[in-house]
């Protein structure tokens, strides 16, 4: 992945310092962009930014605040390099949420290292899901491979709700974002008491947990009592005594809806049970498949051995 850093200054003096620091390293390319121009630039969500004060004819501390509130770049990492160090102004700029003040002369090392463990950071924190905190798919793999050549028994825990479709249509997206919170957090709350484990955020309202123990019973039985205990407090007072919502299908007619529920499938992984994540995978859709047909919170257990 290439990585565009914006070096933001008027005279385009900065461009061949970071130019010379960084030949060695393809993956990055740096554009010059003067002040003027910040507004088109910004469209195109740099991975980082770099600003130097001394080089621009804007106020430095106007200039961070359009970019933080530009919608686009709210995560962009930034850095401001000045000559100007007193605490005061360093301080204003930091208030800023900016991530970097450094003041000249400029160590070329320092500044290679922070531009290097930024992108890092940022790369990271890019594979989590914004909207719970939880890691994605890329660290989900990673975890599972992980279990697999440690060629030891664990446990893969699935979750997924019910009639959230359903919900969305009727309270909208913003309160199905609630739901997903809060069933994240049930998730991980339970798992930590068990003696923890991983928690992943598939996507949507689609979770996975992978512990390292086999015996998962109770704690399934727990994560639904606690969602359904709680999960009609995101329901109107009249949905949640009927216990189902009502939506017009395509033809106008009125179909109903059971409240949203959770289903729990489980794929236990004896030792040398699964010899890559492919055959988990296909043994998961199964156990989806299954827990699905019941209606309401369930669980189901694949127990089976290797063949």
């Known amino acids: 992945m290439l990585n565009e850093v914006y070096i933001i200054d008027d005279d385009e003096s900065s461009i061949v310092i970071f130019k010379e620091l960084f030949k060695n390293d393809l993956d990055y390319k740096f554009i010059s962009v003067k002040t003027e121009q910040i507004d088109i630039a910004l469209k195109n969500i740099p991975s980082l930014i770099v600003i130097n004060e001394d080089a621009i004819d804007r106020d430095v501390i106007e200039l961070c605040r359009k970019i933080r509130k530009d919608e686009d770049n709210t995560i962009t990492p930034v850095i401001v390099v000045s000559s100007n160090g007193s605490r005061e102004h360093r301080m204003k700029i930091l208030s800023e949420s900016v991530e970097y003040f450094i003041r000249k002369p400029v160590d070329e090392g320092y500044l290679?290292?922070?531009?290097?463990?930024?992108?890092?950071?940022?790369?990271?924190?890019?594979?989590?899901?914004?909207?719970?905190?939880?890691p994605g798919n890329v660290q989900i793999h990673s975890e599972l491979k992980k279990r697999l050549s440690n060629e030891e028994a664990f446990s893969v825990i699935y979750f997924d709700?019910?009639?959230f479709k359903s919900y969305n249509d009727v309270y909208g997206f913003l309160k199905g974002d609630k739901i997903?919170?809060?069933?994240?957090?049930?998730?991980?709350?339970?798992?930590?008491?068990?003696?923890?484990?991983?928690?992943?955020?598939?996507?949507?309202?689609?979770?996975?947990?992978?512990?390292?123990y086999t015996e998962v019973e109770n704690l399934c039985q727990r994560i639904i009592a606690r969602f359904d205990n709680q999960i009609k407090d995101f329901f109107t007072e009249e949905d949640?005594?009927?216990g189902y919502i009502e939506i017009a299908n395509?033809?106008?007619?009125?179909?109903?809806?059971?409240?949203?529920?959770?289903?729990?499938?489980?794929?236990?992984?004896?030792?040398?049970?699964?010899?890559?994540?492919?055959?988990?995978g296909e043994v998961a859709a199964q156990v989806k498949h299954a827990v699905k047909t019941v209606m309401g919170s369930s669980y189901t257990i694949d127990r089976r051995k290797s063949s």
């Open 180 to 212: 997903i919170q809060y069933t994240a957090n049930i998730i991980q709350d339970e798992i930590h008491t068990e003696g923890g484990g991983f928690v992943g955020h598939v996507g949507g309202d689609d979770f996975i947990a992978i512990v390292s």
């Open 240 to 242: 949640a005594e009927k």
């Open 161 to 163: 709700l019910d009639n």
């Open 112 to 134: 290679y290292y922070t531009v290097k463990n930024l992108n890092r950071l940022l790369t990271t924190n890019r594979r989590v899901s914004p909207l719970t905190g939880l």
């Open 250 to 280: 395509r033809r106008g007619i009125i179909e109903k809806f059971p409240l949203t529920s959770i289903s729990i499938a489980v794929v236990v992984a004896d030792k040398n049970r699964f010899s890559n994540i492919l055959e988990i």
